[in-house]
């Protein structure tokens, strides 16, 4: 989904707005000498295009994460709602002592983000992915699998527990 919207923007900015010169890449392309401003005209143009998508995929991630749909609890984007699983927030976290599954977790408060928080949850989770990509990978240990945006913007991604219940209905009939 996203993927087709930054296509349509690029496609857009490059046809309608002229953003970036397709003369130019043809010129370099030919003779494959780039002077300085030229270079620095092109690397503007894309990073203007770079910095627009940012924002569309920000906003677009905040508004699906604000709040469940249907009046459930959790927010999800389409990705998080096919794999079964929600954002709520989240100020603490207690293990719960069962033997038959010892991944369950009470979350408290366990409500909506609500808008200012799923902002800023998607904010913080673009610009850590788009300056610290390698060292993305290491922010999945923390405790309860959180990540350094989730602790920030007081969040945790857990399973639905809504779509869980249905399952369950389904498999006893």
């Known amino acids: 989904m996203l993927f087709l919207l930054k296509f349509s923007i690029t496609f ?12 130019d890449l043809d010129l370099v392309r030919a003779n494959l000498r780039i002077d300085y401003k030229m270079a620095l005209e ?8 770079e910095i627009i998508h940012r924002v569309i995929v920000c906003i677009n991630e905040a508004f699906w994460l604000q709040r469940g749909l249907n009046g459930l609890i959790g927010g ?3 990705g998080k709602s096919i794999m079964g699983l929600i954002v709520v ?3 603490s976290v207690t293990p ?6 010892p991944d369950v977790v009470l979350v408290s408060p366990g409500t909506d983000l609500g808008l200012p928080l799923a902002l800023g ?22 405790r309860f699998n959180r990540t350094v945006y989730d602790l920030l913007c ?4 857990v399973e639905d ?13």
């Open 76 to 78: 999800a984007t389409p």
């Open 161 to 173: 527990p809504y779509r869980n219940l249905n399952n369950n209905r389904l498999h006893q009939q």
């Open 12 to 23: 857009i900015a490059i046809h309608v707005f002229d953003f970036i010169d397709i003369d």
């Open 96 to 101: 719960v002592d069962r033997p038959d599954d």
């Open 121 to 142: 949850r998607s904010v913080v989770k673009n610009m850590i992915l788009a300056f610290l990509f390698p060292v993305c990978f290491a922010l999945f240990f923390f």
């Open 154 to 157: 007081n969040s945790i991604v």
């Open 42 to 49: 092109m690397t503007y143009g894309i990073l203007m295009l």
């Open 89 to 91: 927030q989240c100020r």
